[in-house]
């Protein structure tokens, strides 16, 4: 194995040693396959490719100081991918299969958890998809299931950094009944243009508006929202986001330091009386964000510096952070540790 610039590294594809893949046949799951090939064969007319019938998840594995290799919290991601096969009607994967696969998947990649100390960590990518063949638009009846996995650098390079947001109102990532609440990948190719538009206009992420009335606040890009103030957690609550486990867990990090929660819908209104704003999700835990910049009102809402986060923003990220390394009483049993 080459030396490896763990710091450094971007969030992006890298290849490791294996994959594990399972095959949903004749209405059962199969064995746990291990393959070293980075490519899979599909049939030409399978279902994932033409209709959409595919899920993914995310999730990330820690080398603690201590050593130990920890998971945070695979139930909710197990939990979240099986309302994900049930909203598009594919075969569910039971928390057993998929505890199987991540759990060999990190073991036979070992080498590739970054050590303690880079801010880096082993990202796992589980993927389920319509393998089977149509022509009409139905589901299909075969599926495959597969985990795959590689190291990440830390989110921020150079520290915990307040981003630019940019609040659309002419794109939705999801329609009012649609998908929004679950993690398939038609979702994301509806957020393609609008995120590479924020970004050539010099923003880090998109803040979608709900697809309804476009007056309360969605999610940003990947991720969910938070805002704060008064000593409380403000997040929106809204048919249309994915239920974000980092923002699950803030919320539940957020009443154990004494603040108060609510999830209630959000105005866009309501933006400018935040004292701190920020998105959550797996890649970065919390990106504080410093500005937001209305693009169809060409306003723009500011908190505090773009040099340095709110304070509870760092409590929170802190803590989270502290969890999912060992270094934080994990005293609600988020973690899976290896043996
Ligand atoms: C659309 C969307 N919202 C929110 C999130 C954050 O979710 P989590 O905290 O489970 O990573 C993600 C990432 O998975 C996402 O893709």
């Given at each position: 194995m080459e030396n490896i610039e763990w710091g450094t590294l971007p969030f992006g594809y890298f290849k490791t040693d294996y994959n594990v893949r399972c095959y949903y046949r004749d209405g059962k799951w199969g064995e746990v396959e291990v393959s070293s090939s980075e490519y899979i064969n599909v049939h030409m007319a399978c279902t994932g490719l033409h209709y959409g019938q595919e899920a993914f998840e995310g999730m990330k594995v820690f080398r603690g100081k201590d050593g130990k290799i920890r998971m945070f919290r695979w139930e909710e991601n197990a939990k979240r991918l099986r309302n994900s096969a049930q909203g598009i009607m594919m075969a569910e994967v039971p928390d057993e299969l998929f505890l199987e696969a991540i759990t060999k998947v990190v073991k036979l990649n070992e080498k590739y958890i970054p050590p303690y100390g880079t801010g880096a960590s082993l990202y796992l990518r589980p993927l389920l998809f319509g393998s089977g063949a149509e022509v009409g638009v139905k589901p299909a009846e075969e599926y495959m299931f597969m985990v795959f996995c590689g190291p990440v650098g830390p989110y921020f390079k150079e520290g915990f950094k307040p981003v630019k947001i940019q609040l659309v109102?002419?794109?939705?990532?999801?329609?009012?009944?649609?998908?929004?609440h679950i993690k398939v990948g038609g979702n994301y190719a509806a957020s393609l243009r609008p995120a590479f538009r924020a970004k050539g206009e010099g923003f880090s992420s998109v803040l979608f508006t709900d697809a309804?009335?476009?007056k309360y606040i969605d999610e940003a890009g990947p991720a969910n929202f938070f805002g704060i103030k008064n000593n409380t957690y403000v997040t929106p609550h809204s048919d249309t986001i994915l239920p974000s486990i980092t923002n699950m867990s803030l919320e539940q990090i957020a009443r154990d330091l004494g603040l108060d929660v609510e999830r209630r819908p959000v105005p866009?209104?309501?933006?400018?009386?935040?004292?701190e704003a920020g998105a959550c999700g797996t890649a970065a835990i919390i990106s504080p964000i410093g500005l937001i910049h209305d693009r169809e009102a060409d306003k723009t809402i500011s908190y505090g510096s773009m040099d340095e986060p709110g304070p509870i923003s760092v409590k929170l990220y802190n803590t989270l952070k502290g969890i999912q390394e060992g270094e934080v009483e994990d005293k609600h049993g988020w973690n899976y540790v290896f043996e």
């Open positions: 109102s002419d794109y939705d990532r999801t329609a009012p009944q649609g998908t929004g309804k009335e476009h866009v209104t309501e933006l400018e009386t935040f004292e």
